[in-house]
């Protein structure tokens, strides 16, 4: 009898033992296990057109699960994609390209250099593609100053010295090849010149705008040249609260956002229309009309460039003005 149950216990046991249990944490081959290049870097498509939809992947198989990056550069614009993962594999699924950027400028028609790292590991696979077109990006785009100065806009700008509010065509631009300049030097005024967009412009008194200021981002690209550290870029948005057609500094709302182009290059400025506030002379202040924010009466934007009267010559960069519905815009 005790050895009949000596022998149960021994079975129980066994079987206790015997149950599946998955194993957390990393596989020793990924801890231990020397790295090579199953399946080399390869392109689904190396001659992509984002305006068309199209999507490129990158693919390659490795012997274990490691960091990696995949780092795009556009060979004209000087734009940069990146995208990271940790697995044994790049596939449609982790290192998928739509066309957008992680450093602006924005990607155009180019060639582009493709590089693949490892973070813990020497090895570099390199490759290129083609780009037929850059991303076409969904919005109520203003301008991009790719047809000039738009027809329609007006300006005002002081009379001082090596003003510069113009349209220049190079490579230093945003998205395309055109942007628009702003500088000078106006030593007895903080604004050295302006820009105005009227709704009228875009076919209705009031830009189309979706009603919820949650849902509506003003999008925009600025430039601070390295030498310019003085440089504002005003904002506002003027609306015609009781839309009449006509815009009332005394009774109607005008939000607004001031910049200060700090980096060095290109930024985006993504704001939320619900974000806007009131302003008088930076600060804020207490709204002028009916203090809602409404989207869709907002019937003109006004673009002000600003330095400190005693601050010297100043400069800057505008490009691809759109707003954009449900979320910033990812260019």
């Not at 050895?3 to 149950?19: N, W, Y």
């Not at 007895?188 to 981002?217: C, H, M």
Request: proline share 5%; with cysteine; hydrophobic share 40%.
């Amino acid at each position: 009898m005790i050895k009949k149950i000596f022998f149960v216990a021994l079975f129980g046991i066994a079987v206790g033992c015997s149950v599946d249990e998955e194993f957390e944490g990393p596989s020793l081959n990924d801890l231990y296990g020397s790295f090579m290049i199953i399946t080399p870097l390869d392109i689904t498509d190396r001659n992509v057109d984002f305006a068309e939809g199209e999507l490129t992947s990158f693919t390659a198989v490795f012997s274990k699960q490691v960091d990696w990056k995949v780092r795009i550069k556009g060979l004209s614009s000087g734009a940069v994609k990146e995208m990271t993962g940790f697995s044994n594999s790049l596939n449609s699924d982790n290192a998928q390209w739509n066309g957008t950027t992680t450093f602006l400028p924005m990607f155009r028609a180019e060639e582009c250099a493709v590089e693949l790292t490892f973070l813990s590991e020497p090895d570099t696979l390199r490759d290129t593609l083609s780009l037929s077109s850059g991303r076409v990006n969904e919005g109520l785009l203003l301008s991009d100053f790719e047809s000039g100065f738009p027809s329609g806009w007006t300006t005002f700008v002081q009379s001082g010295a090596n003003m510069s509010f113009v349209v220049q065509t190079n490579n230093n631009a945003a998205q395309g090849t055109r942007y628009y300049d702003m500088g000078g030097t106006v030593n007895w005024d903080w604004l050295k010149g302006l820009f105005e967009i009227p709704a009228t412009v875009y076919g209705s008194p009031r830009f189309d705008l979706n009603p919820n200021p949650e849902q509506v981002f003003f999008n925009a690209m600025l430039y601070k040249p390295a030498a310019i550290d003085n440089a504002l870029v005003l904002f506002q948005f003027r609306e015609d609260d009781n839309q009449d057609g006509v815009y009332s500094s005394s009774s109607e709302d005008m939000y607004s956002i001031q910049v200060d182009p700090s980096v060095n290059g290109w930024t985006l400025l993504n704001a939320k229309y619900a974000d806007l506030q009131t302003l008088i002379n930076g600060a804020p202040a207490p709204a002028i009309g009916n203090g809602i924010r409404e989207p869709h009466k907002c019937m003109r934007v006004s673009v002000l460039f600003l330095a400190a009267p005693t601050s010297g010559y100043t400069q800057g960069y505008i490009d691809y003005l759109i707003f954009t519905e449900n979320g910033p815009l990812q260019p």
